[in-house]
């Protein structure tokens, strides 16, 4: 799992979610040709969240694009779609996310029939991209966008709350105080 997945993981944690990173989805030759592509290795999902009070399974793309150009969301789509397929190919992510579940519940990792929400979790959103039109897209499929805006908001709440010994959450205390403490001192000058 790489940083920003961590990092997306530990947030969702904070709201009551068992994370897994990086968990790949057994297609079946069937399903794999169903979607285009009966050679592809398992898919793997960035970010899979759980929560049982809910029966709710998060399948969490992860995008941080911190120094580059961000996401791009314009006229209605992702830019490239090749980049986001979950989100743009309406037989792969009925498959996918299918399989999801059908694969967590014989595992027992979570109950039988269990909703999936599709979810984007992002660093950076470009600047030329329509955020209105997007959280419409977004609401208008029942998916779920963690944007910039939510992950500092959790940081944020994260750098409250007690001491937890994940490196994301040590970074976020140490990084939010300072910024806190020099914002107070710049208020007193």
């Given at each position: 799992?790489?940083?920003?997945?961590?990092?997306?993981?530990?947030?969702?944690?904070?709201?009551?979610y068992?994370?897994?990173?990086?968990?790949?989805?057994?297609?079946?030759?069937?399903?794999?040709?169903?979607?285009?592509?009966?050679?592809?290795?398992?898919?793997?999902?960035?970010?899979?969240?759980?929560?049982?009070?809910?029966?709710?399974?998060l399948?969490?793309?992860?995008?941080?694009?911190?120094?580059?150009?961000?996401?791009?969301?314009?006229?209605?789509?992702?830019?490239?779609?090749?980049?986001?397929?979950?989100?743009?190919?309406?037989?792969?992510?009925?498959?996918?996310?299918?399989?999801?579940?059908?694969?967590?519940?014989?595992?027992?990792?979570?109950?039988?029939?269990?909703?999936?929400?599709?979810c984007?979790?992002?660093?950076?959103?470009?600047?030329?991209?329509?955020?209105?039109?997007?959280?419409?897209?977004?609401?208008?499929?029942?998916?779920?966008?963690?944007?910039?805006?939510?992950?500092?908001?959790?940081?944020?709440?994260?750098?409250?709350?007690?001491?937890?010994?994940?490196?994301?959450h040590?970074?976020?205390?140490?990084?939010?105080?300072?910024?806190?403490?020099?914002?107070?001192?710049?208020?007193?000058?």
């Amino acid at each position: 799992m790489d940083s920003f997945e961590s990092l997306i993981a530990m947030l969702l944690k904070r709201e009551g979610y068992w994370t897994a990173g990086s968990v790949k989805v057994e297609l079946s030759k069937q399903e794999k040709r169903a979607i285009g592509v009966p050679t592809t290795p398992r898919w793997e999902i960035d970010v899979v969240a759980y929560r049982g009070a809910t029966n709710e399974i998060l399948a969490v793309e992860c995008k941080s694009f911190l120094d580059s150009t961000g996401v791009i969301f314009r006229n209605g789509q992702f830019d490239p779609p090749t980049r986001y397929k979950l989100f743009t190919n309406k037989a792969t992510r009925r498959i996918v996310l299918a399989r999801l579940a059908k694969q967590m519940v014989a595992s027992s990792a979570c109950a039988p029939n269990p909703t999936v929400t599709l979810c984007l979790a992002v660093g950076k959103i470009a600047s030329k991209s329509n955020r209105l039109e997007m959280a419409k897209h977004f609401a208008t499929h029942g998916w779920r966008l963690f944007d910039e805006d939510w992950v500092f908001s959790r940081l944020k709440l994260a750098a409250t709350a007690g001491f937890e010994n994940d490196i994301a959450h040590v970074v976020a205390k140490l990084v939010l105080r300072r910024k806190a403490a020099a914002e107070r001192n710049d208020h007193m000058m």
